[in-house]
């Protein structure tokens, strides 16, 4: 077949070593520009990898749904948890510490 055009195979990258490269690029502190051009890389194949594996290990079977927070007094009666990313819920009144985790519960399945 002169004259057609065939579209070069690319490498086939398994998970595992998509992340070292990753991890390679984080060490690096370059911009993923530079670090994919000096790798031999698109840096589109790059931000394809951190997308894939992030969603991967968002659907991954067994891990935790669980986030850490923090349940702290403040002066009057309420409750007030403190999210890791610094979103705060305040339960004022009468609160009980099952109706915060009720609304949490909530929330999380929106």
Request: charged share 30%; no cysteine; aromatic share 4%.
């Amino acid at each position: 077949m002169s004259g057609a055009r065939r579209r070069r195979r690319s490498r086939r990258w398994s998970p595992d070593e998509a992340r070292q490269v990753l991890a390679e690029l984080s060490r690096s502190g370059q911009p993923a520009a530079r670090f994919a051009a000096e790798h031999g890389l698109g840096v589109e194949r790059l931000y394809r990898w951190q997308r894939r594996l992030r969603a991967s290990a968002e659907r991954a079977p067994g891990s935790p749904r669980f986030a850490e927070v923090t349940v702290r007094s403040i002066p009057a009666p309420a409750i007030e948890l403190v999210l890791p990313g610094g979103a705060a819920l305040r339960l004022a009144g009468p609160s009980r510490v099952e109706d915060a985790v009720s609304i949490l519960s909530r929330l999380q399945a929106r």
